[in-house]
């Protein structure tokens, strides 16, 4: 009967631990995506092009996450005249220290009603995309460059801005590993030169005996990830409309861990079933697949427009 308690009682001890571990925050916001760091994102989507284009059409089929590809979309209703047209992205240089960022150029409609535009990575931001040179199904390629993994509960996030006192709103667009999206209104951008709006999650927990306490299962369950799909820019329609310009440096995080990572478990599992390594494999060629079909569309399209000389003068 003692060894069944005390057995009892270093399971329930576990249990605690496991479930404490899980609902430790990470002590520093981690970094979501940083414009001044965005080398290496390169994905090659000729490889799912299918056998329509010749070998070397294929090689222009290589697109990264470089500011120049990030796109701007307006609402619908709003994408008359050149509203879109002059709606774009450019890379900026600060002057303090020489750092990248992401400027972006909207043309709001000029009459008075609501409007927004989304600003969005050329691609959707590929999950588990291998590192060269890293193991299979290891998909780092894209952590802190618009992928987060092993996140929980967000507990805040930061966005740096460098605002031209406008009173338009800031959002941002996050989508989970279950493909859920999620607009979050972060702040209004009443302000001149660089600040960091934070959004508190008013839902997040504190108090850890508040908390449902639970153990999830480790191999082979996915760690889940938070991707970045883009940021959201709001005018209402009492405010100013015409042109807009504002700058973001880098997106931050503070979250809890989905899954603990003090464990000692002795026994490699990856190595001995390869369960996540064939799972992951099948998932980023489908994700592959899907965004391929997209960029070679875009290509051909671009392909058929007229690129002759200018109207004479």
Known sequence: MKKLV??????????????????????????????????????????????????????????????????????????????????YVKPAKTQSDGKTVLGIRIHFPEANYNSYAIVKPP???????????????????????????????????????????????????LEDQSGQERIIFVDYLRFAGWKTLVWQNPNYITEVKNRQMRSSPLYPRNQPFIKLKGFIIYRDASNVGGDFVTYIKDVKIAYDKAQASEYELDVDDESLWGIIKDREEKRTMAEMKRLGNLQVLRYLEKKKMYDGRGPSQ
Do not use: M
Not at 73 to 81: A, F, N
């Open 123 to 173: 691609f959707d931001i590929p999950a588990y995309e291998d590192k060269p040179g890293d193991p299979a199904g290891t998909g780092n390629k894209f952590t802190n460059k618009g992928i987060l993994k092993n996140v929980g509960d967000i507990k805040f996030i930061e966005i740096t801005v460098n605002g031209r006192n406008y009173p338009h709103g800031l959002g941002i667009i």
């Open 6 to 87: 005390a057995v009892l009682a270093i399971l329930l001890i576990t249990g605690i631990a496991t479930a404490f571990a899980q609902t430790t925050t990470t002590k520093e916001p981690e970094v979501l995506i940083d414009f001044n760091n965005l080398k290496d994102t390169e994905v090659d989507f000729g490889q799912v092009a299918g056998a329509g284009l010749t070998e070397e059409n294929k090689k222009n089929l290589k697109v990264d996450l470089s500011i120049e590809n990030w796109e701007v979309e307006l609402s619908s209703s709003s994408q008359v005249g050149d509203n879109q047209v002059l709606t």
